[in-house]
């Protein structure tokens, strides 16, 4: 079974910056594509960002372009996501996702049926 375990979440002020990881473990492949979700309290999961690991292409949702980039550090098997800039609005359960295959085309990047795998998520909170 593949296991995915974020860390970084924590409190922050606006403005602010956090670092999360996501560390996969278990029978995974490391070119599979990883992205990051988030879910706000009575919203519904939103992409957020994602990563081929095959060529780095990287793709992000309208609302963290600019302020958001995604990582990846083969040998760790771990993806990053470095969120600068943070809002009120980005508060929310940030979970990690591995896709079950190498190749996919770009617009399945955003789509949660393309991850089949889950962490658990850890809470970002952005302080007004």
């Known amino acids: 079974q593949v296991q995915l375990v974020e860390s970084g979440g924590g409190l922050v002020q606006a403005g602010g910056s956090l670092r999360l990881s996501c560390a996969a473990s278990g029978r995974t492949f490391s070119t599979y594509p990883m992205g990051w979700f988030r879910q706000a309290p009575g919203k519904e999961r939103e992409f957020v960002a994602a990563i081929s690991w095959t060529n780095g292409l990287t793709y992000y949702a309208n609302s963290v372009k600019g302020r958001f980039t995604i990582s990846r550090d083969n040998a760790k098997n771990t993806v990053y996501l470095q969120m600068n800039s943070l809002k009120p609005e980005d508060t929310a359960v940030y979970t990690c996702?591995?896709?079950?295959?190498?190749?996919?085309?770009?617009?399945?990047?955003?789509?949660?049926?393309?991850?089949?795998?889950w962490g658990q998520g850890t809470q970002v909170t952005v302080s007004s």
């Open positions: 996702a591995a896709a079950g295959r190498t190749y996919y085309s770009s617009t399945s990047y955003y789509k949660q049926e393309t991850y089949d795998y």
